[in-house]
């Protein structure tokens, strides 16, 4: 009997800390890594024809080089409010100033 119980003392001890790593991995992999990119407009929010455009334009909320961000597109025009989300001319609707796609064209001075 009192083996039976040390037995299932040692099962639940290593249960909580099977879940004790669990919940430690857990939290590291979710742990912040860096700024988060605001989506801008929702593939759900927009129509099919915007979805396809942005999908064929290879549009990205964050741009791979930010150099070449939507802030920097000729054809973005800032959010009010210092808002991270603008327009582009191109997809008739919002985006996000980390933003880029493959029309990206430098904003001229
Ligand atoms: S054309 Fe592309 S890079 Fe330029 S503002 Fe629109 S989404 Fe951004």
Redesign the pocket.
């Known amino acids: 009997m009192s083996e039976l119980g040390l037995s299932r003392r040692r099962v639940l001890g290593r249960g909580l800390q099977f879940s004790g790593l669990g919940l430690a991995t857990w939290a590291l992999s979710s742990c912040d890594q860096g700024p988060k990119v605001v989506a801008c407009a929702g593939p759900n929010n927009l129509t099919f024809s915007e979805n396809s455009l942005r999908q064929a ?1 290879h ?1 990205v909320e964050e741009a791979p080089d930010p150099a070449k961000n ?1 802030t920097g ?1 000729g ?2 025009t800032a959010g009010e409010g210092g808002s991270n989300c603008g327009k ?1 001319e ?2 008739l609707g919002p ?1 996000n100033a980390r ?3 493959d ?2 064209a430098a904003k001229k001075a």
């Open positions: 334009s549009y939507c597109c054809f973005f582009c191109i997809f985006v933003g880029h796609c029309s990206w």
